[in-house]
Nanobody, 124 residues
Framework: QVQLVESGGGLVQAGGSLRLSCAAS????????MGWFRQAPGKEREFVAA????????NYADSVKGRFTISRDNAKNTVYLQMNSLKPEDTAVYYC?????????????????WGQGTQVTVSS
């Protein structure tokens, strides 16, 4: 089993920044791709960003490209999401997930383990 625990969410004004962290424990972390997803009330869970096992390849949703940065520290079993220039439409619960493979994939179905989520609220 893999346990994923997100932290770093909160309330921020539009234009502000937050850094989310996702700490993994249990089975292998470093050999797998990691992703961040988000879900706003009444909407489906959507892809935000993903990173391959080594941290050398990334994938971003168009809506966050240029504003968000995903990174990982395999020595600490942690993946991060730096969020800058936040907008009210970024408000959602943010989830991290570990993939079935080492690739930076975009589809929810390609991720096996999920965290409980952390709330991000951006006020206008």
């Amino acid at each position: 089993q893999v346990q994923l625990v997100e932290s770093g969410g909160g309330l921020v004004q539009a234009g502000g920044s937050l850094r989310l962290s996702c700490a993994a424990s249990g089975r292998t972390f470093s050999g797998y791709g990691m992703g961040w997803f988000r879900q706003a009330p009444g909407k489906e869970r959507e892809f935000v960003a993903a990173l391959n096992w080594s941290g050398t390849s990334t994938n971003y949703a168009d809506s966050v490209k240029g504003r968000f940065t995903i990174s990982r520290d395999n020595a600490k079993n942690t993946v991060y999401l730096q969020m800058n220039s936040l907008k009210p439409e970024d408000t959602a619960v943010y989830y991290c997930a570990r993939g079935f493979t080492g690739a930076p994939l975009r589809d929810v179905s390609q991720y096996r383990y999920w965290g409980q989520g952390t709330q991000v609220t951006v006020s206008s």
